[in-house]
């Protein structure tokens, strides 16, 4: 795995929401080819604005982000994407008055070579969203928008897949279908880089673990030494007391 | 009673055109667009010009009054009246999205375009009404107390062209569907990888388009005076809410309510409700349906 190249470079970024208030500072982190990496750290940590950073849907101050070794810095989020990145919000994460199909469709839109063979590919991984495929997004339930949301992303053949809390607000069942479902778009050949609360069962899918606090980059290692570490309990119940 | 339901429908067609328009601009852009009455208004004045230009009577298109120049002369407006939004997005509103303005910022600055662009038309063509011709065209009967001028059938027919066009666009074309994406969930349409800039230029083309073809009916059958705009911009707002701000098909059924609606209002209680009617509907459907007739319950973002 050390020997894959580096497909995801972020250097030394600093960005927030408001010039005032900086959310991460000084992160650096780097994503081979190949890897889960699961992005943790207690609210607040800066988790999600550092994925939102790499998609350029948050401004940053400072640093580089690298994608491919190819600089991808001050590019428009539509430009990143079309750059076979994709990324999966937390929240309305699928174009709930459209149909199923047409969601999938709009994924495809970066990258429309192969849509026919990808649409197939997406039916053969999540088999409900061929059932209700003329059916409303907003119309299906939870775990099921959650399935659209990854096959509208992965519709663009991406190389690197970017999830912002996957788990989130779904029931333990739907959570490990979801956590499945990452392992298999993985052995797709598609390099997963994931933000989630659920520590463990997140690093039980992942090859690597970043865990950040309060913007900052505390610790990252082998996901199965990761939960383990002295520091691990301190970053989390020092930060969030009573989690 | 019929006479007046063909008087709405006609009436209507032109209102569902302009709000049309409007929709578009508030579900994408969205704000809501106190210009457009303004953009309808450029698009009756473009032609105009034409027509005034290429002269009456030359190239007749059976009976319809102005014949094949009208027609020309709408499509010319309808390239110049995107060229004019087009301008006024890249110095005005493109810029306040960069800056990342508040709606009420938008709204203000809408107000202000067409103050100005009201001034520049009185400025340049007076402020006197004026008509693209004399001509009183011949009413066609069609039944025995009803009769319906061959202009009018022409505007039926081009708002039914206009209307399945648009759906065919919104439905099948790439660009309609980036564009419903943009209505809906702009941030998720950048992660989809959509360009949402070029997706805002696509509606303002559309939405200034619609507007030129209105302006040009409505002054066709009616007249020009640099108020026009202003006049038209408060019943297609009503026929936006009465059909539903979320959908571009409410304000078509919107348009032809409120047209409909003052066509009666004139049956029953003369002219002088014409305008009081179409709010009267609209502070109805504000008070027992907000969302409007074809309308989904609308976000807070």
């Excluded at chain 1, 994407?81 to 008055?97: D, E, G, H, L, M």
Aim: overall charge neutral; charged content about 15%; glycine content about 10%.
């Amino acid at each position: 795995m050390s020997k894959a190249r580096i497909i995801l470079e972020v250097d030394q970024l600093t960005a927030g929401y408001v010039s005032s208030m900086m959310i991460i500072e000084d992160v650096s982190i780097s994503v081979r080819e190949g890897e889960i990496v699961t992005i943790l750290g207690p609210n607040g940590a800066g988790k999600s604005t550092l994925i939102r950073s790499i998609c350029g849907l948050v401004k940053y101050t400072e640093g580089k982000v690298r994608f491919r070794s190819k600089e991808i810095s001050g590019l428009s989020t539509h430009e990143i994407i079309n750059q076979a990145i994709a990324y999966v919000p937390q929240t309305n994460n699928v174009f709930s008055r459209l149909s199923v199909l047409h969601n999938l469709d709009l994924g495809a839109i970066a990258n429309p070579d192969f849509r026919k063979e990808r649409l197939n590919r997406m039916f053969q991984l999540f088999p409900d969203l061929q059932k209700y495929q003329e059916t409303k997004a907003g119309k299906l339930s939870g775990g099921q928008r959650q399935m659209l949301a990854l096959a509208r992303a992965l519709m663009s053949n991406p190389e690197l897949l970017m999830l912002d809390e996957p788990s989130a607000g779904l029931s333990p069942l739907l959570r490990r279908q979801v956590f499945e479902h990452v392992q298999r778009i993985h052995e797709d050949g598609v390099t997963v880089v994931m933000v989630e609360q659920n520590a463990r069962a997140a690093l039980k899918v992942s090859d690597r673990g970043i865990v950040l606090s309060e913007g900052k980059l505390r610790l990252e290692g082998p996901a199965d030494e990761l939960l383990e570490h002295p520091s691990m309990r301190e970053i989390y119940f020092g930060a969030a007391p009573g989690n | 009673m019929i006479q007046f339901l063909i008087d709405g429908l006609v009436n209507g067609s032109i209102i569902a055109l302009g709000a049309v328009g409007l929709s578009i601009t508030y579900n994408v852009l969205r704000f809501a667009n106190f210009a457009q009455g303004e953009v309808l208004a450029v698009g009756a004045y473009v032609s105009l010009a034409l027509v005034s230009l290429m002269g009456v009577g030359i190239g007749r298109l059976g009976p319809i009054s102005l014949g094949w120049p009208l027609l020309g002369s709408m499509v010319f407006s309808m390239l110049v009246t995107c060229l004019l939004v087009l301008g006024v997005d890249w110095v005005l509103f493109r810029v306040l999205r960069q800056k990342q303005a508040s709606r009420i910022t938008f709204i203000i600055a809408a107000f202000g375009v067409s103050m100005m662009v009201r001034n520049v038309i009185t400025l340049i063509a007076g402020g006197d009404q004026l008509f693209y011709s004399f001509y009183i065209p011949k009413a066609i009967k069609i039944m025995e107390g009803v009769k319906i001028l061959p202009d009018d059938l022409l505007i039926l027919f081009i708002t039914l062209i206009s209307v399945i066009s648009l759906h065919v666009f919104l439905n099948r074309s790439t660009m309609g569907k980036k564009m419903r994406a943009v209505a809906e969930n702009p941030a998720l349409a950048m992660v989809s990888g959509i360009n949402v800039e070029r997706v805002f230029k696509w509606s303002w083309i559309l939405g200034a388009s619609l507007a030129a073809v209105a302006g040009t009916l409505h002054a066709h059958i009616t007249q020009l005076d640099p108020e026009m705009g202003f006049e038209l911009i408060l019943p297609m707002f009503a026929a936006l809410v009465v059909g539903g701000v979320t959908s571009v098909y409410g304000a078509v059924l919107g348009g032809l309510l409120i047209g409909l609606s003052e066509s009666f209002a004139v049956a029953g209680g003369g002219a002088a409700y014409r305008g009081a009617i179409s709010f009267m509907i609209l502070i109805l459907v504000l008070v027992f349906r907000p969302q409007g007739i074809l309308g989904e319950k609308e976000r807070d973002d």
